[in-house]
């Protein structure tokens, strides 16, 4: 477990042994606060940010000192990113004892990630479950296959595993993501996708200076006061022309 403020790093895992001999390495991901979101959006601007580099070195050691154990890894919201991106750099001989990598609502990645050799081997291995009201699943870019679940939550609350509904042995699955979903995945798309590094990371201090100008501490803060804060949100935004 790692905490450092002065980086923004919020680091954490753990490995499990599995009674069918395998190892689940898991990756924690952000809690419900607006700046751990804000460090999921880093990524867009970001070539590697720490937790990422602390995943891949957690999974190379973790394969050393279980050296007979099939790998599977996983890990919710930024958990998941690291999930993967562990997977993509942990280095060929680890890869090669993976046997899935489970990404549960996690964001996706810069476009080059997915260009590497890396990303090309373990991608077939890659779960994606997505909620589906997934707002967090669907930022930045991953070209995965993935399985929608139901929520009983709506919006940004969906991103919560525990309001995802299940039978007594699996989620309960959706044909689609939520139309709020896939519009809020086209709109970051088109607002990203022409701007340089050093402009990504300008809107998303302007954005996330929006929404913490509401008093928002929390997802669930701006849940809460959707309606009463939407005027006030409004004149933040409009405050900055570009």
């Known amino acids: 477990n790692r905490i450092d403020e002065k980086t923004q790093t919020q680091f954490s895992a753990l490995t499990m042994l599995l009674p069918d001999g395998s190892a689940y390495v898991a990756f924690r991901g952000t809690d419900d606060t607006i700046v751990g979101w804000k460090e999921d959006f ?8 720490p937790a990422q580099k602390y995943a891949a070195e957690y999974l190379r050691q973790v394969s050393g000192a279980l050296p007979f154990r099939p790998l599977l890894v996983g890990g919710h ?14 280095g060929q001989d680890v890869q090669n004892r993976i046997l899935a990598v489970y990404n549960n609502d ?24 997505l909620s589906q009201n997934a707002m967090v699943g669907t930022l930045l870019w991953n070209d995965c296959d993935y399985t929608v679940v139901k929520s009983t939550a709506a919006l940004l609350g ?42 990504r990371q300008e809107f998303i201090e302007e954005f996330f200076g929006t ?32």
Not at 166 to 180: D, G, I, W
């Open 158 to 199: 969906a991103h919560d595993g525990f309001t995802w509904e299940t039978t007594p042995t699996s989620f309960v699955r959706c044909e689609n993501l939520s139309p709020s979903a896939r519009a809020f995945d086209r709109a970051m798309e088109e607002v990203l996708v022409g701007m340089s590094m050093a402009e």
């Open 106 to 129: 996690g964001p996706g990645f810069q476009e080059k990630i997915l260009q590497t050799e890396g990303y090309r081997r373990i991608k077939p291995r890659i779960k994606t479950i």
């Open 211 to 242: 929404l913490t100008a509401t008093g928002a501490v929390t997802l669930s803060d701006l849940s809460a006061r959707m309606l009463r804060e939407t005027l006030r949100f409004a004149r933040a935004v409009h405050q900055e022309p570009s």
């Open 42 to 49: 880093n990524m867009a601007f970001t070539p590697e940010i």
């Open 77 to 90: 919201s930024k958990g998941g990113n690291l999930a993967v991106y562990a997977a993509v750099f942990c």
